[in-house]
């Protein structure tokens, strides 16, 4: 399909409604297709369904009806997280339909450069750090994407003198053909959503979409430390911005003196840029960012090598570097009771998450963690587990997982909270055990490494309920 010349009087089905198909359907329908949205769930939990009837859009609630995918339809739009073994999805793939989400369109509707950001974590915390980096250069940031607002809520109201700064999962990527991001950055990559994708092979091969249409103009910035990211170099075409905190590039973004296994703390280690001339640019010691955490020092770096390749001016990047202090539910500091301080990191959905979490304090930590199981084994906790965790409160489908793994680190003190009807009482009863575990200088750390759907609607009504909880403490 000829993007978007062709919408005019096209037949475009939109599965699943939730913000970003309420605005691919408007998108499309002022673009002059013939729209269809439909979604699973009943009428009365569709509160969008009357606003997109009004503007002329037919609303099906309550399941995908039969023959709503056929020859007469040109695209299809589907949710990101809608599987690829629903029907109308395959359906729309045997008929030869092209198949996109979102993302797809809104690259095709807006006239402004795009920066776009994936990875298994760290995406939220990197693509709101630029938006501050930008900002702070003038250079008109507008960040949208899997963070909240989908893009095709701003993409036609965006100019080219903007830039769309994009989170971008792997579920969003997977369903892009023509996408082409003028910056791309690649983060890390975790074994995680295997459930969804089916094997690592086809998560990577959705993150690499990133760069597959890329030009020579355009900018890659990879994670020089990550040997995936590493073997996905030879899939970019442009120029190559890497960041690292083990070593000393000869472009890029890197920590000075390198992060090396059993180096001591260094309060003079440095965010450093070298350019293509081989000069150095001092931006801020590590010491004066923002946020705690290894692996915030990693998003910095990605942050700053995305601003510098969009023209940011270097000396405008140190104070929102500083100044930056993280977002709800990613190490998000909690409250301080009788002594111990409270950490909500809910975002942490995979078991890397929570490893490059524990890594942040030095102090003895009170972990809560479980939820969803997706077949981990959880052994990549361990190491973390064995130095600095005193104790852990489980929870959800994998606390017994956890606890074996809590066991074989020689954890003595090991809470397992049994499910009960009402999940968010299991939370706080969590809360109030790690509360009884920890003592003055404690740390109490609220990261799962669990997606959160077995017992919750969300990672951010996970968050919300540990955080009132150890409010009541």
Same mark, same amino acid.
């Given at each position: 399909?000829?993007?978007?010349?062709?919408?005019?009087?096209?037949?475009?089905?939109?599965?699943?409604?939730?913000?970003?198909?309420?605005?691919?359907?408007?998108?499309?329908?002022?673009?002059?297709?013939?729209?269809?949205?439909?979604?699973?769930?009943?009428?009365?939990?569709?509160?969008?369904?009357?606003?997109?009837?009004?503007?002329?859009?037919?609303?099906?609630?309550?399941?995908?009806?039969?023959?709503?995918?056929?020859?007469?339809?040109?695209?299809?739009?589907?949710?990101?997280?809608?599987?690829?073994?629903?029907?109308?999805?395959?359906?729309?793939?045997?008929?030869?339909?092209?198949?996109?989400?979102?993302?797809?369109?809104?690259?095709?509707?807006?006239?402004?450069?795009?920066?776009?950001?994936?990875?298994?974590?760290?995406?939220?915390?990197?693509?709101?750090?630029?938006?501050?980096?930008?900002?702070?250069?003038?250079?008109?940031?507008?960040?949208?994407?899997?963070?909240?607002?989908?893009?095709?809520?701003?993409?036609?109201?965006?100019?080219?003198?903007?830039?769309?700064?994009?989170?971008?999962?792997?579920?969003?990527?997977?369903?892009?053909?023509?996408?082409?991001?003028?910056?791309?950055?690649?983060?890390?990559?975790?074994?995680?959503?295997?459930?969804?994708?089916?094997?690592?092979?086809?998560?990577?091969?959705?993150?690499?979409?990133?760069?597959?249409?890329?030009?020579?103009?355009?900018?890659?910035?990879?994670?020089?430390?990550?040997?995936?990211?590493?073997?996905?170099?030879?899939?970019?075409?442009?120029?190559?911005?890497?960041?690292?905190?083990?070593?000393?590039?000869?472009?890029?973004?890197?920590?000075?003196?390198?992060?090396?296994?059993?180096?001591?703390?260094?309060?003079?280690?440095?965010?450093?840029?070298?350019?293509?001339?081989?000069?150095?640019?001092?931006?801020?010691?590590?010491?004066?960012?923002?946020?705690?955490?290894?692996?915030?020092?990693?998003?910095?770096?990605?942050?700053?090598?995305?601003?510098?390749?969009?023209?940011?001016?270097?000396?405008?990047?140190?104070?929102?570097?500083?100044?930056?202090?993280?977002?709800?539910?990613?190490?998000?500091?909690?409250?301080?009771?009788?002594?111990?301080?409270?950490?909500?990191?809910?975002?942490?959905?995979?078991?890397?998450?929570?490893?490059?979490?524990?890594? +942040?304090?030095?102090?003895?930590? @009170?972990?809560? /963690?479980?939820? *969803?199981?997706?077949?981990? $084994?959880?052994?990549? =906790?361990? !190491?973390?587990?064995?130095?600095?965790?005193?104790?852990?409160?489980?929870?959800?489908?994998?606390?017994?997982?956890?606890?074996?793994?809590?066991?074989?680190?020689?954890?003595?003190?090991?809470?397992?909270?049994?499910?009960?009807?009402?999940?968010? +009482?299991?939370?706080?009863?969590? @809360?109030?055990? /790690?509360?009884? *575990?920890?003592?003055?200088? $404690?740390?109490?750390? =609220?990261? !799962?490494?669990?997606?959160?759907?077995?017992?919750?609607?969300?990672?951010?009504?996970?968050?919300?309920?540990?955080?009132?909880?150890?409010?009541?403490?």
């Amino acid at each position: 399909m000829n993007h978007p010349h062709t919408y005019q009087d096209q037949q475009v089905v939109v599965l699943g409604l939730a913000k970003s198909g309420v605005q691919v359907a408007k998108a499309l329908h002022r673009a002059g297709a013939i729209v269809t949205a439909s979604d699973m769930k009943e009428r009365e939990q569709c509160p969008e369904a009357s606003e997109l009837e009004a503007l002329g859009i037919s609303v099906l609630c309550g399941g995908h009806p039969e023959g709503l995918i056929n020859s007469d339809i040109q695209l299809v739009v589907k949710n990101p997280g809608i599987p690829y073994t629903a029907p109308p999805v395959q359906q729309a793939l045997e008929l030869g339909i092209e198949l996109v989400t979102e993302v797809e369109v809104a690259y095709h509707l807006t006239k402004a450069p795009i920066i776009g950001i994936t990875g298994s974590n760290g995406k939220t915390t990197t693509t709101t750090w630029v938006g501050k980096l930008l900002e702070a250069s003038g250079l008109k940031p507008v960040v949208a994407g899997n963070i909240g607002t989908p893009m095709c809520e701003i993409a036609e109201e965006v100019t080219s003198d903007q830039w769309i700064v994009a989170e971008l999962s792997s579920f969003q990527l997977k369903g892009t053909t023509d996408f082409r991001p003028t910056i791309a950055c690649l983060l890390n990559v975790a074994e995680t959503h295997l459930d969804y994708h089916g094997s690592m092979e086809d998560y990577v091969t959705s993150k690499a979409r990133l760069f597959q249409n890329q030009r020579d103009t355009d900018a890659a910035v990879l994670n020089w430390d990550d040997p995936v990211c590493r073997e996905l170099i030879t899939h970019v075409r442009g120029r190559l911005l890497p960041f690292s905190r083990s070593e000393q590039l000869q472009e890029g973004v890197f920590v000075n003196p390198p992060y090396v296994d059993g180096a001591e703390d260094d309060l003079e280690r440095k965010v450093v840029y070298r350019d293509s001339t081989g000069q150095e640019h001092n931006i801020i010691k590590v010491s004066e960012l923002g946020i705690p955490g290894v692996f915030n020092v990693e998003n910095a770096l990605a942050a700053c090598a995305i601003a510098i390749a969009a023209g940011a001016r270097l000396e405008a990047l140190s104070e929102p570097l500083a100044s930056f202090r993280g977002v709800e539910h990613r190490l998000e500091f909690v409250a301080e009771k009788n002594g111990a301080v409270y950490y909500n990191n809910s975002k942490a959905t995979n078991s890397k998450a929570t490893l490059m979490s524990l890594t +942040s304090f030095h102090q003895p930590v @009170v972990l809560v /963690a479980g939820g *969803l199981d997706r077949g981990s $084994d959880y052994m990549e =906790l361990l !190491p973390a587990l064995q130095e600095g965790v005193k104790g852990v409160v489980l929870l959800g489908e994998t606390r017994e997982k956890l606890a074996s793994v809590a066991k074989l680190a020689g954890i003595e003190r090991i809470e397992i909270v049994d499910n009960g009807e009402d999940a968010a +009482s299991v939370l706080v009863t969590a @809360v109030n055990r /790690a509360a009884s *575990l920890a003592t003055e200088g $404690d740390v109490v750390l =609220l990261s !799962p490494a669990c997606a959160s759907w077995d017992m919750f609607q969300s990672y951010e009504e996970r968050g919300r309920i540990f955080k009132e909880a150890v409010h009541k403490l």
